[in-house]
């Protein structure tokens, strides 16, 4: 008999109570989740968190008192627990989730999406099984973020183009990766990082006002130049041999779009040998395929170490697939900011 997998401890903090009765009884629906504790305000969720030992904290980021992101990151620092963000779908409640990102939770979902009257449904059982799988990440302080400088290894090689890509946890880490290039780093960064509709211009007008480099969302056709390009949502982001950016939302490839497979075939395809891969945290395996192309074809290709990943399994998938270097998250920054930069890459 296959041993039923332990209880997962939730601790609601949502201001409605309507809402957080509902969203109670939607957890534990399958018996799989128990919720712990229902918190009005992120004070009362602080308070509450040493007595409960909750595995998971769902956060609403508009709360009396402290805001969810102020709540986020005082647990981060005090007792770091995995924190889903449980948001409304608004521009500025994207913004707002984006920051809760950064400051450490590792999801964001849409109020709209869980589908609270209809607790038997695909994707009740879906939310549910992440929640689960969630629970269960490494979830540290924030990492330091300096990067100290160091010699460049001999022979490394050249690059023209870079592509980063995270799934859970990764809006953290591609902060402390981004913060630590220079306004002035000669290369496009192409990036997929995962996240459900609707909050990724959140995301990326957070990062753009935070990072010393410009970060946009890509559009079809414009130029590679130098800057944080974001995949947008339901879309793959490939690199043409022209330097051009191009958009693609028809294909199925895996679980994601984007993905990060397709972005690094593409930049092993455009810029071979001068193409630089890096696989953040993330759960699956997305990225392991395009690491191993842009490796095959002389590219440089950099993995997060387990010690730093929230969740180990993108990274873990790219070091088995060919990465050549496994880096703590605060060395990557440093890695990338000594690339010799091929001759025209600018």
Request: hydrophobic content about 45%.
């Amino acid at each position: 008999m296959t041993a039923r997998p332990p209880i997962t401890r939730v601790l609601i903090c949502d201001d409605s109570r309507t809402y957080a009765t509902s969203l109670a009884r939607f957890m534990e629906y399958e018996g799989d989740l128990k919720v712990v504790g229902v918190c009005s305000t992120g004070e009362e969720a602080l308070k509450a968190l040493p007595r409960l030992q909750p595995d998971l904290v769902t956060m609403d980021t508009e709360l009396p008192g402290i805001s969810g992101i102020e709540a986020t990151e005082r647990i981060m620092r005090s007792q770091p627990t995995p924190i889903v963000v449980l948001s409304a779908h608004t521009r500025r409640a994207s913004e707002r989730a984006a920051a809760a990102l950064s400051a450490g939770a590792l999801d964001v979902l849409s109020k709209a999406d869980l589908a609270l009257d209809d607790p038997a449904g695909p994707r009740a059982i879906a939310f549910r099984r992440r929640v689960a799988r969630l629970a269960r990440a490494y979830v540290r302080q924030r990492p330091p973020s300096d990067c100290r400088p160091r010699d460049p290894r001999p022979g490394r090689r050249s690059g023209r183009a870079v592509g980063i890509c995270a799934s859970t946890g990764g809006p953290q880490a591609l902060e402390t990766v981004l913060a630590g290039l220079p306004a002035d780093f000669p290369l496009p960064i192409l990036v997929v990082q995962h996240m459900g509709d609707g909050f990724m211009e959140g995301l990326v007008r957070w990062m753009d006002q935070r990072l010393p480099l410009p970060a946009r969302i890509a559009a079809d056709g414009v130029k590679a130049r130098p800057g944080v390009w974001f995949a947008p949502d339901d879309a793959h982001l490939l690199l043409q041999p022209s330097m051009h950016l191009a958009l693609d939302r028809k294909t199925v490839a895996g679980l994601h779009r984007p993905s990060a497979d397709v972005l690094l075939r593409s930049i092993a395809a455009a810029v071979g040998a001068e193409g630089v891969a890096v696989v953040l945290t993330g759960m699956g395996r997305d990225g392991a395929e395009g690491i191993g192309a842009i490796r095959a074809a002389g590219g440089h290709t950099i993995a997060q170490d387990e010690a730093t990943a929230a969740v180990f399994g993108m990274p873990k998938a790219a070091a088995e697939g060919g990465a050549e270097v496994v880096l703590p998250l605060s060395e990557i920054a440093t890695e990338l900011r000594y690339l010799p930069v091929a001759e025209g890459a600018a």
